[in-house]
């Protein structure tokens, strides 16, 4: 299922003192875990373009309507890594006011803009999406296969992130899958979370073997993180919206090139 939350990091903490201050702030402690996690980039945007505009051209209902679906997702990330100015010389040239509202038009129609030479250049400049990844997780035996996205053009203070989730049978085997359908392993890491619940907020603590311990807190509801930083007295940390791979690099490690 698809949801977007919003997350944040609160760095350097201490972990034993943020435990006693979530318990007695009320949150329940849901566990400890141990994870095993790979992450893999998705095939670029200018191949999933050319991919997406020639199956388009099959008339195939069932081709066109999959890849449809397709298309819209690949929009989002268009909207999402371009500029704005670059963002409205497309729209004025195939004339939308929105480029979701791309996916809404005849196919003709579609055929026709996807072919525009302006767009295609856009797309082309575009290589690996760095806000979208799949990610292989084992939790205590339980794998689950997700794909993360961050919108960085959402406006707020908090980190949004477009996840999609289900659960498999073996990390194994979905690896082996992953790799032989030809997506590209970024990295592959281990760490520790214990895990607590708040309200409607999911709080984790991670230990990773470098970086120094941090809480992330995810939630669609802000009022709620700020209140569980405000109450858990970490208001003078050092609080970011970014993932792990950004921390490793903030302590000169390339998490592609190196595994723990």
Not at 31 to 57: A, M
Not at 71 to 86: A, G, Q
Not at 169 to 176: G, M, P
Request: proline share 3%; hydrophobic share 35%; aromatic share 8%.
């Amino acid at each position: 299922m698809s949801k977007i939350e919003q997350e944040i990091k609160v760095l350097y903490i201490n972990v034993e003192d943020v435990k006693k201050k979530l318990l007695k702030l009320g949150a329940v402690f849901k566990g400890e875990k141990n994870q095993r996690i790979y992450v893999y980039d998705i095939p670029t945007l200018y191949y999933r373009f050319l991919e997406i505009r020639e199956l388009l051209n099959i008339e195939s209902p069932i081709l066109i309507s999959s890849n449809l679906k397709k298309l819209n997702t690949l929009i989002i990330e268009f909207n999402d890594l371009v500029s704005d100015k670059e963002l409205d010389k497309i729209k004025q040239e195939i004339k939308v006011t929105n480029m979701l509202d791309t996916v809404k038009l005849p196919i003709e129609e579609i055929r026709e803009i996807l072919s525009f030479p302006e767009l295609e250049k856009q797309f082309r400049k575009l290589t690996i999406n760095p806000n979208k990844w799949v990610r292989l997780r084992e939790s205590n035996g339980k794998v689950e296969l997700t794909t993360k996205h961050i919108l960085e053009k959402e406006t707020s203070k908090f980190q949004k992130v477009l996840e999609n989730e289900i659960e498999v049978s073996s990390l194994e085997d979905a690896n082996y899958i992953l790799e032989s359908i030809g997506l590209s392993r970024r990295s592959y890491q281990e760490k520790k979370r214990f895990s607590y619940e708040y309200k409607d907020a999911e709080i984790e603590i991670d230990l990773w073997p470098r970086p120094k311990p941090y809480l992330e807190i995810e939630c669609d509801n802000e009022k709620t993180i700020d209140e569980v930083i405000k109450k858990l007295n970490l208001t003078d940390h050092e609080i970011v919206s970014i993932n792990t791979e950004e921390l490793y690099k903030r302590i000169n490690i390339d998490v592609h090139q190196w595994v723990n």
